[in-house]
């Protein structure tokens, strides 16, 4: 079973790495949630997967039996909040991105490389 | 899996006395709240701002000098202490970055007044200024690695925040790649934590290190270090994985710039430190075989390759954003040492560097406004007309290029002594060579901004406002004092480093 789960999860990885190599915007967010839900399988995994006992210690015991730790079901938790979170700023940034500028092609999107590059000849637009 | 319940929950600190460790961030938190509620009177806003700053400042004085007593502040959230629940921890380490912290964040405040003005206070420069000095000191006194996670990703949309200020097209593109590469970097240390848990079962650091003390290594251990390490490499903007910095930090307004350079890639840096040495007992019996090798390698090339990228530069943004790196690099090299001088070192050095890319960035910025851009073939000739700017910008480029008596001078001599010391003569010739070259690109900037002649000039030269200088005179002033006083520095910094080596267990068993 956790090998199957760690099959998917080393799958999910490559897909996300591929997507994230992508010249377009929108495929690199999808590329890092995708990353995200990946890192998050791995981490549930390192909680291990067992029985569907509640994670209560039993009365007169003083460790945890047979049932999965608790805790990177909390962690997977708050990472998936965070996770969220920055794929809508990154997903803003892509949208203001794309009606100022027309394009989600990263080698257009290159305002900020001619800022002040020598090479480029960039002018120095702002103060 | 075995749950640690074996182990008591004990909290040496009350909640009185560990509470200090919280406040250095509990106050900018509440002052970033405050301020998102008057966004609509940017003067009453940044007089609250203000406020935040002097008192976060003033919390991590009395933080330092609780500390300094050889205390360890600690708070146990609710009173469920490691590894139950998540702790602030205060060390000599924490507890200083937090003040240098709050004396940049002074200097950013000081220099906003001059340069964010009410539209930009509008579009959030208040708020999203205290999330991110919240998220830095939250990094720099936590005790549990998770939640060291959770604050990079804090300061990783407040920066994103702050770089788009102006909705411009180029600061758009600039952030882009920044959330891009700082959400993987993120990624790379979820992996590494996750990793971390499945072999130990713990997050908090402290435990961490008692639990990991005399392990074998395994391929879920060495995996995990790795990764955190290129997490936190990224964050640091060390090689290969730098490119999103010299991209998206020249984009901001200065202020932002300059706030970003002085903290964030130190944030970096330090979980490094924080993780390597403590976790990972890398200058003890040094778990995972390798790390201080490739540390010393990615700094050697850091190093290299950012100051021959610095010298290309003509405009003054990229060229000190280049630099950052570079000393981050230096501070790496302190730490892939592994003895405990290099960690002496690379904390003087942390505390030098922090304050004076901070200044410079400053300087860059009260530049421009005087000669009308960045582009240093303007050649305007200023010091004949703003004498004293020009002796500002003096002391901050020469300490970052290592003239004695500046800060700038022990820091790099304090890391290269270390190396020779420490039989890595190579990684000492290196960052000899590269200090030339640093000294080398200053005395470009120095010659194109400063000398040139008045008589190629197409512009008028405009005053620089007060609130600029007076920044500049902060900062200015810290770098003469670290180096006047560096014997002060240098045995906290030793105290602060065999603090770091022999961490508190608090009451923790294995």
């Not at chain 1, 997507?19 to 999808?30: A, E, T």
């Not at chain 1, 791995?42 to 049932?67: C, E, K, N, W, Y």
């Not at chain 2, 300061?155 to 200020?165: C, E, F, K, R």
């Not at chain 2, 990229?318 to 002496?344: E, N, P, T, W």
């Amino acid at each position: 079973m956790s090998v199957l789960y760690a099959v998917l999860a080393a799958s999910l990885f490559g897909c996300a790495l591929y997507m994230i190599l992508s010249r377009n915007v929108v495929r690199l967010l999808l590329g890092l949630s995708m990353l995200a839900s990946a890192v998050n399988l791995m981490v549930f995994l390192a909680g291990h997967l067992r029985s569907v006992q509640p994670p209560l210690i039993p009365d007169g015991a003083d460790t945890l039996r047979d049932s999965a730790d608790p805790v990177p079901q909390a962690l997977i938790l708050t990472a998936i909040v965070i996770g969220f979170a920055l794929t809508v700023v990154l997903a803003a940034l892509s949208l203001r991105a794309y009606r100022a500028q027309g394009t989600l092609n990263t080698d257009e999107l290159r305002s900020a490389e001619h800022l002040g590059n020598p090479v480029a000849g960039g002018a120095d637009g702002d103060r | 899996l075995e749950t640690p319940s074996q182990v008591e929950p004990t909290v040496i600190a009350d909640a009185i006395a560990g509470g200090a460790a919280v406040w250095p961030v509990a106050i900018p938190l509440l002052g970033a709240a405050l301020t998102l509620l008057l966004r609509r009177s940017p003067s009453v806003q940044r007089g609250v701002m203000e406020g935040s700053v002097v008192l976060m400042l003033g919390a991590s004085v009395s933080l330092l000098v609780g500390v300094a007593r050889g205390d360890v502040m600690v708070m146990a959230f609710g009173g469920w202490g490691a590894p139950f629940g998540i702790t602030f921890v205060a060390d000599r380490l924490g507890a200083v970055l937090s003040l240098v912290t709050g004396i940049v964040a002074l200097a950013v405040a000081i220099y906003a007044r001059a340069d964010i003005r009410a539209r930009r206070r509008k579009a959030g420069f208040d708020p999203l200024f205290l999330g991110m000095l919240a998220a830095v000191n939250g990094a720099f006194l936590t005790g549990d690695l998770f939640n060291l996670y959770v604050w990079f990703e804090l300061m990783l949309v407040a920066a994103v925040g702050l770089i788009t200020l102006d909705r411009r097209p180029s600061q758009i593109d600039g952030a882009i790649r920044y959330a891009a590469m700082s959400m993987l970097g993120a990624t790379f240390i979820l992996i590494g934590i996750g990793l971390l848990y499945g072999e130990a079962g713990t997050l908090d650091i402290a435990h961490l290190a008692v639990i990991l003390a005399g392990r074998e290594v395994t391929l879920t251990l060495s995996t995990s270090a790795f990764m955190l390490l290129a997490g936190f490499a990224l964050k640091a903007g060390l090689f290969p994985l730098f490119f999103w910095l010299p991209a998206s930090y020249h984009t901001a307004p200065m202020s932002v710039t300059a706030a970003l350079a002085g903290l964030l890639t130190k944030v970096g840096f330090y979980a490094c430190l924080r993780v390597l040495v403590v976790v990972f007992d890398i200058s003890g019996t040094a778990i995972v075989p390798g790390i201080p090798q490739l540390a010393a390698l990615l700094a050697a090339a850091t190093m290299i390759v950012s100051v021959l990228a610095a010298i290309a530069q003509v405009d003054l943004r990229r060229l000190l954003a280049f630099h950052i790196l570079g000393q981050v690099a230096y501070l790496m090299m302190g730490l892939a040492l592994a003895s405990s001088a290099g960690l002496a070192a690379a904390i003087v050095y942390m505390i030098h560097t922090m304050l004076v890319q901070t200044g410079l960035f400053l300087g860059a910025g009260a530049l421009a406004r005087a000669q009308g851009g960045y582009d240093l073939r303007l050649g305007t000739g200023l010091m004949h007309d703003r004498p004293l700017f020009t002796a500002l910008f003096a002391v901050m480029a020469l300490s970052l290029s290592g003239v004695p008596p500046l800060s700038g001078f022990w820091a790099k001599f304090l890391v290269i002594d270390a190396a020779f010391r420490a039989d890595a003569a190579w990684l000492a010739m290196a960052a000899l060579l590269v200090g030339f070259l640093t000294l080398y690109s200053m005395s470009t900037v120095w010659s194109d901004g400063f000398w040139g002649t008045t008589s190629r000039r197409t512009r008028v030269i405009r005053s620089i406002p007060p609130a600029m200088m007076y920044a500049m005179i902060l900062l200015g002033m810290c770098t003469i004092g670290i180096g006047l006083a560096i014997d002060v520095v240098l045995t906290f910094a030793n105290d602060a480093a065999s603090q770091l080596t022999r961490p508190i267990s608090i009451g923790m068993t294995r």
